[in-house]
């Protein structure tokens, strides 16, 4: 008796896509946002859930829409040249300090070591450029979703010798730019509101924190900036850090 030809198994069901991530454009351009909204949700696992054209849109609307990963333009405004602010970067800090879980990756169109450096003492966790092409900008946003970090090892490389970095020529010995003789002469609530400052608190968080009001927590940052010799509080963030040490 002749068998009869066994059916081939069907075939597996193919895997239900994942929940898409969930990701936030931040740009001054809006050529530059429908472009980047176009490119991601060609993608089965992206969706745009939002995006703004200023800083104070971006801060009102990404805890609304949740997103997992805001990518957020450097420089805002109109500003965008290479002395202009970086804005960008105080949206980072601010969502940041909001959203913990959040990964920021910051595109911008210039090679600049100062925001570059500012950017990840933000807590941004990756920092691309904008002539960065279409398939490494998407895989760069699913790095950064997954908890890794976006910096190549020469960028990494930069990063921690600026953290590192000694004092001015001619400081001394085991003494850094803005070292133990600077940190001297900040009071202890200072110091204190400075250890807040390197853990990326915000004016308002600090004032709730230590039952000050905001202007009075503005001015005394003011005094820290001025007494350690820097200009922003990223750099103030970074003395914090240095003071640290390299970590095991």
Request: include cysteine.
């Amino acid at each position: 008796m002749n068998q009869q030809p066994v059916p081939p198994a069907p075939a597996a069901p193919a895997a239900a896509p994942e929940t898409p991530l969930r990701v936030f454009i931040l740009d001054d351009h809006e050529v530059v946002r429908r472009g980047v909204r176009h490119l991601l949700e060609a993608e089965e696992d992206l969706e745009v859930v939002g995006e703004a054209g200023d800083a104070r849109q971006a801060l009102a609307r990404v805890p609304a829409t949740r997103p997992q990963v805001a990518v957020l333009d450097v420089r805002l405004g109109g500003t965008d040249g290479p002395d202009g602010d970086h804005e960008g970067i105080l949206v980072c800090r601010e969502l940041r300090a909001r959203l913990p879980e959040l990964a920021c990756l910051m595109l911008t169109s210039f090679d600049d070591d100062e925001a570059l450096f500012d950017a990840i003492m933000a807590g941004a966790s990756g920092y691309v450029l904008k002539q960065i092409d279409g398939t490494a900008l998407v895989h760069a946003i699913r790095t950064v979703a997954a908890g890794q970090s976006m910096l190549d090892p020469r960028t990494s490389t930069r990063v921690m010798e600026r953290l590192r970095a000694p004092g001015r020529a001619g400081a001394a010995e085991g003494e850094t730019e803005t070292g133990a003789s600077e940190l001297d002469r900040l009071s202890p609530r200072e110091r204190e509101v400075l250890d807040l400052i390197g853990d990326g608190l915000t004016n308002r968080q600090i004032a709730d924190r230590l039952f000050l009001s905001e202007k009075t927590v503005k001015n005394r940052v003011s005094a820290i900036l001025s007494k350690l010799g820097v200009g922003r509080r990223v750099q103030a963030a970074m003395v914090v850090e240095r003071l640290k040490g390299p970590r095991a």
